[in-house]
């Protein structure tokens, strides 16, 4: 059992894992006993998002707080609007970022809790040019982040 968490906005670490993609860390698994971990995504638009990938352990959640978030689940694309919500179970390949002509801000939970801060400190740091994007390749196991190919998903974000 964790002790309750408040996270004051003003203390809150944000990385950045590209221009106009930003991650506030809110609470990792250290701090709510394996739990649960969350933080926040604030996307602008344009922004490709994240590459597609899953997890082995843990079911992530999306909730869109404002904006339209484009979500790869499997092969399928949907858009999430404000107040939508969405689970992705473990081991389902999916990718996620601002839908076209739209920002998105949105809160992003795992569970049970999965040590993310210093894969997005990492991510920050490759964005930074202080660390090697192979790194990112290199800790999948570590952060049980696995990428993979998805024709769909490169082709709507235009690449």
């Known amino acids: 059992m964790f002790d309750p968490i408040l996270l004051r906005a003003a203390d809150a670490e944000i990385v950045s894992d590209a221009p106009g993609s930003e991650i506030t860390l809110l609470a ?3 701090t709510t006993d394996g739990g649960f971990t969350a933080n926040r995504a604030t996307l602008k638009d344009g922004v490709f998002g994240t590459p597609a990938h899953f997890h082995t352990r843990a079911t992530e ?4 707080l404002e904006g339209k978030l484009q979500v790869l689940v499997e092969e399928t694309l949907h858009t999430l609007e404000k107040g939508d919500f969405l689970a992705v179970p473990p081991k389902v390949p999916h990718a996620f970022g601002p839908a076209a002509g739209s920002d998105a801000d949105v809160l992003v939970t795992f569970t049970p809790g999965m040590a993310r801060f210093d894969y ?3 991510l920050d740091r490759v964005a930074r040019g202080e660390a090697d994007p192979s790194e990112i390749a290199a800790s999948s196991k570590q952060y049980d982040n696995h990428y993979v190919d998805s024709p769909v998903w490169r082709a709507a974000r235009g690449q």
């Open 28 to 30: 990792d698994s250290d």
């Open 120 to 122: 997005y400190r990492l």
């Open 61 to 64: 959640f999306f909730f869109v």
